[in-house]
């Protein structure tokens, strides 16, 4: 069986879909499936890109049918039995390209997420006075929803990253997908003395640490964790990673809470120090499909904070390994801190590394690319 992992945004080491990409595609190639790896932008040596002609003033284009053109161009005289899109707008391009070069793969979409459940999340933080509305980011997520809408209705067959997920697929196009849960190879992280970590972070002993690390400030619900910050003993840190939002950086500025540190992207080891160094991880996302951050904090024995109604509560079993709270809500969210940092929560048990693998995800997939499962 010859497959073609297929991703339409940028290479990462560290970031959500490009990690599932590589760690279940590399799952396949265990299992004796002939795997090839393609992203839209920046693949490494030994995979490919299809839509690096787009960098710069071309960029706008993404957000069109013309990547569909692209796509066939790098599939003229290729051959796959299946190609696996990881999001619907990808598998637009893939099923746009069959019909025009008439091969007969089959296409299986990869749900890690729906851009229309994250509009109407938008929708609200607007309304809510969280977010604000840009005529680019509205365009965009109408141009996804309607390449999502393309592809669900001309795929084969489809997966999920979560229940979240597979609920929004039928609520918003009627097909049910086969839920096969991200993995995390906590091997991937080097683990370092708490104190040692603390000393490099510019943390001291006494404080209470608390980490949040996602790319988007009102998706991952930023907002409400800072405003749960307010009237929280002053030994509490906020450690923020991962944002590069200028707006939501310099609105940190105006707070003049100097407990609060933001910090942009980091590599592995970086992170992992912050995880070393960290008593809790909270990410109080509005919208979240999966949140490998949750699994990734149980590599380091860490509680965690998410909400209900998302996928964090795949890795989150309330009051069990962290707390569930509700979305938009900073008085949970303030209380789930407090009661972790007075030692009375009554977690049932150490939070132990998550237990799907991509071996287990791997197996999953070639049933639904069989047709064992769809």
């Excluded at 959500?16 to 839209?40: D, H």
């Excluded at 710069?56 to 299946?82: E, Q, S, Y």
């Excluded at 096969?180 to 992280?189: Q, S, W």
């Excluded at 002993?205 to 009237?231: I, P, Q, T």
Aim: aromatic share 12%; glycine share 10%; hydrophobic share 40%.
């Amino acid at each position: 069986m010859k497959i073609l992992m297929h991703y339409n945004g940028t290479y990462s080491e560290n970031a959500g879909v490009s990690r599932v990409v590589r760690g279940l595609g590399k799952a396949m190639l265990k299992k004796g499936a002939e795997v090839e790896f393609l992203y839209g932008y920046g693949a490494p040596k030994g995979m490919h890109s299809y839509l690096n002609a787009l960098k710069g003033p071309l960029h706008f284009l993404h957000h069109t049918p013309f990547t569909a053109l692209l796509f066939a161009n790098f599939m003229r005289g290729k051959n796959f039995d299946i190609v696996h899109s990881h999001t619907p707008e990808a598998a637009f391009d893939a099923v746009v390209a069959r019909f025009l070069l008439r091969k007969k793969y089959k296409v299986v979409v990869h749900l890690h997420g729906l851009d229309k459940a994250v509009r109407e999340e938008w929708k609200k933080e607007i309304k809510a006075g969280r977010a604000r509305y840009g005529i680019g980011t509205d365009l965009y997520l109408r141009a996804s929803i309607f390449k999502a809408w393309f592809s669900m209705k001309m795929a084969d067959s489809f997966a999920a990253v979560s229940h979240a997920v597979q609920k929004e697929a039928g609520q918003f196009y009627g097909v049910k997908p086969e839920v096969v849960l991200n993995a995390v190879d906590c091997g991937e992280f080097k683990k370092f003395e708490k104190g040692k970590a603390r000393k490099e972070l510019g943390f001291s002993e006494k404080d209470f640490v608390v980490l949040f690390v996602g790319n988007n400030a009102w998706r991952k619900g930023l907002g409400y964790l800072v405003e749960a910050f307010s009237g929280l003993p002053e030994n509490f840190r906020l450690a923020i990673v991962g944002i590069e939002d200028q707006d939501f950086s310099n609105s940190l500025g105006g707070l003049k809470d100097r407990r609060i540190s933001c910090k942009g992207q980091v590599g592995t080891t970086e992170i992992s120090k912050y995880y070393s160094a960290a008593d809790v991880l909270c990410v109080p996302s509005v919208n979240e499909p999966f949140g490998l951050v949750y699994a990734e904090a149980m590599c380091f024995g860490l509680p965690c904070i998410g909400c209900n109604g998302t996928g964090a509560e795949e890795i989150i079993s309330d009051s069990a390994n962290g707390f569930l709270v509700r979305k938009r809500n900073p008085e949970d969210i303030r209380l789930a801190l407090r009661k972790i940092n007075s030692k009375k929560a009554h977690l049932s048990g150490k939070p132990l590394p998550f237990g799907a693998s991509w071996k287990n995800a791997a197996k999953t997939m070639m049933e639904i690319y069989s047709g064992e499962k769809r």
